[in-house]
Every structure is written in structure tokens, then in C-alpha cells.
């Protein structure tokens, strides 16, 4: 495995699971905190208007998420809830197709909608659904929890600090950047946002690297009781597309919208422009009673890489018994455990599981030869 984030990890524990030997390598300390999983939380939610396969998938992540709590023995899911902000119309349709995939969710009117969360600014005119099989995860403490379980079981090898400079699927080999070359049954590559320097030029070019920006915040203490009962809301029904991580578990609020979201051409820094921040604060002013500078503990940027024909998700198939997933879209953290297992049986010569994502059940072909060099 090539990687230190979620993908790469949850995959080497599927492996594991199936009695195989693993070597996870990453350009960092495993897990690597600049991954783009690497964060406080992400929201797990099940509901896609208008998509039953994801929104089936998506249940199917959580019950696996569950299960990876008790094998891990770390709690890592809060199960707060999500709240996703939509037309009445909208809202009574997602209510209809959660039920219908098999979880439990409740449409709510404009007026219960402020009601309940009298500590948000939403459009009068709109309802929501209200999801109970869903919440946070908290990504950091995921990945650490993988890192811990795979220290313990035979057959792991974990390489940190040093990078791949070359993949090839056909042979299953990895060169690093001090020269040693890892040969292997299977290789996966699962780095994110570096992924282009790691695949072939015809693919390379179809990926788009991504930067979004982050606040972090101190609610008031008057409001703490309030913030609580909040669930994680994925779409404040916004025109910008903003939405919200509320705090769980000692994490800060956190708050972002797609308009902070922009096509770069490579990583630099992770600090937040003044102009960023300053967007964000004006855009949830009108969302937030009384947030203000006051308000944020911390600002920062995070990258990802996205499939240009989609803007999601890649599996690319690299030769002989070589993967990468390629792009991790903007919602890969909660379908992890349904992608590293698709991924695992992959690797490992097996049918792979059904994911409900068809970008990663139908893999882009590479066709990369192998150099003699290698």
C-alpha cells in the first residue's frame, strides 16, 4: 500500500483480515497528517437526493463503520445525526428514499426546522431531512486506531518517510526515493492529492487538484447545550453550499462552503488566506447568530484530488494486479470502509464487493508496461 490516509489503512486491515501480508509506505509518519483524511471529523451521512445506489452504500457504510469500531476496540463515531437543508418538495422525497433503503429518517417542516435549531439562520421557505443513522466520524482518531490495530498483527510492515517515486502494477513493484525497490502479489496506490506524479501522463492530466478552506470555532458557553443537540448538517440549503461539523467529543465547530473551493495546479501551503477567511465569516454571518472573529480557534487549508469527467471519485486500474485510487472526491472518508474492502478483494484476486459507486466499479484502464528498469 502506497498512502498513510484512510483508504490505504482500511484497506491493509481488510487485507490483514484475509490472512495476508502487508507493507504500507507513506512520504510522512504513518498515518500522515497532511492525507486528506487527516482531520478532526467527517460527517457520515446516508442520504443522496435523487441516488439510491449511494444512498443504499452509504447505509451499508455505516453498519460497517460500526463493526470497525469494535474490532479497533476505539470509538470513533458519534452518532449525532445529520440534517441535510432542502426544499419541502426535496425534503419529502429524501425522506421517502432513505426509508426505502432501509434507514430511518424524518422530514421536517420549515417551521420545526426553526424550532429545533433556533441557533441557525435558515431560509424560512425551506424543510429538511433529519437522518439518525448518521453523524461524525473523527478522521484523525480513525487513523490512528488503524495504525494501532496493524501494529499488533503479523506480517504488517509499516515504512514511513519515504516516498514512491514509480508504481507498476505489472509486477507488483515500488521504487522509493533512497533506491530499495518494494516488490509485492499486488500494489495499491492511495495518496490523494500527490497522485499525479505517480500515474501515467493520459490519466495524470484528467485529475484536478482541489483546495477548500476551513474554520474552526469556540461556540459560546450559553450556547453549548444547543450546539449539542446538533446534528452534523451537510448542506445548509445554501446557494453557496455551505455546511457545518457541529463540536462532538471536544472537537471544534467546524465550517466551510464550496464557494472556499478552488482548482489549483499544485500543493503549497496549508495556511488560509486572509480573503478566504474573511469570505467565510461574511457567509455564515447571515447563518450563525452572532458568529465573529471571536468565534474562530483556527484556520486551514486541505487539498484533494478529483476525477475531471465526474468531479469524483477514480479507480484506475494500473496492469497485471495494480491499483490506485486516483481521486478521492469530496466523500470518500465515509464510503472508506465499502472502498477498501471492494479494494481488498481486488488485490487479492477475489470478486470485488459491490460498492454502489460507479466510478470505482467500473475502473479506468491504465495500461502501463512494466520497464526493464524496475
Not at 139 to 150: E, K, P, S, T, Y
Request: net charge negative.
Amino acid at each position: 500500500m502506497v498512502g498513510g490516509g484512510v483508504i490505504a489503512l482500511l484497506t491493509a486491515v481488510e487485507c490483514v483480515l484475509g490472512g495476508h501480508q502487508v507493507t504500507v509506505v507513506d512520504q510522512g509518519p504513518i498515518p500522515f497528517s497532511r492525507a486528506t483524511s487527516f482531520d478532526q471529523h467527517r460527517i457520515l451521512r446516508a442520504l443522496h437526493p435523487a441516488d439510491p445506489p449511494a444512498t443504499a452504500a452509504a447505509l451499508r457504510a455505516h453498519r460497517r463503520w460500526l463493526e470497525l469500531e469494535e474490532l479497533l476496540s476505539t470509538r470513533f463515531y458519534e452518532q449525532v445525526g445529520a440534517l441535510t437543508v432542502l426544499p419541502p418538495e426535496a425534503a419529502a422525497a429524501g425522506a421517502l428514499l432513505l426509508g426505502d433503503a432501509g434507514g430511518d429518517a424524518r422530514e421536517l417542516t420549515p417551521a420545526s426546522l426553526a424550532d429545533r435549531y433556533p441557533h441557525l439562520y435558515l431560509d424560512g421557505a425551506l424543510g429538511g431531512v433529519l437522518e439518525d443513522e448518521a453523524g461524525v466520524l473523527l478522521a484523525d482518531r480513525v487513523l490512528n486506531a488503524c495504525v494501532a490495530w496493524l501494529k499488533w498483527q503479523p506480517g504488517i510492515e509499516l515504512i514511513e518517510h519515504r516516498a514512491a517515486t514509480e508504481v507498476h502494477g505489472d509486477g507488483a513493484a515500488v521504487r522509493l526515493t533512497d533506491g530499495r525497490v518494494l516488490r509485492g502479489d499486488a500494489v495499491l496506490v492511495a495518496v490523494g492529492p500527490w497522485s499525479r506524479g505517480l500515474l501515467p501522463p493520459g490519466i495524470a492530466e484528467r485529475l484536478v487538484l482541489s483546495r477548500q478552506s476551513l474554520l474552526y470555532c469556540r461556540v459560546p458557553r450559553q450556547q453549548a447545550a444547543a450546539w449539542a443537540a446538533t446534528p452534523a448538517v451537510p448542506s445548509l440549503g445554501t446557494r453557496r453550499g455551505a455546511w457545518l461539523i457541529p463540536p462532538v467529543a471536544g472537537t471544534a465547530l467546524k465550517i466551510t462552503s464550496a464557494s472556499v473551493c478552488r482548482t489549483v495546479d499544485e500543493i503549497t501551503d496549508y495556511g488560509t488566506e486572509d480573503v478566504f477567511r474573511r469570505q467565510l465569516e461574511a457567509e455564515f454571518a447571515d447563518l450563525i447568530p452572532g458568529i465573529g472573529p471571536a468565534w474562530i480557534t483556527d484556520a486551514k487549508d486541505a487539498y484533494y484530488m478529483s476525477f475531471a469527467d465526474t468531479g469524483g471519485p477514480l479507480l484506475v486500474a494500473l496492469g497485471g494486479t495494480g491499483y490506485a485510487y486516483a481521486a478521492c472526491g469530496g466523500t470518500s472518508f465515509k464510503f472508506a470502509p465499502l472502498i477498501a474492502r471492494s479494494l481488498a478483494d481486488r488485490l487479492t484476486g477475489t470478486d470485488p464487493s459491490p460498492i454502489g459507486i460507479a466510478a470505482l466499479d467500473h475502473p479506468l484502464d491504465a495500461r502501463t508496461p512494466v520497464p526493464a528498469a524496475v
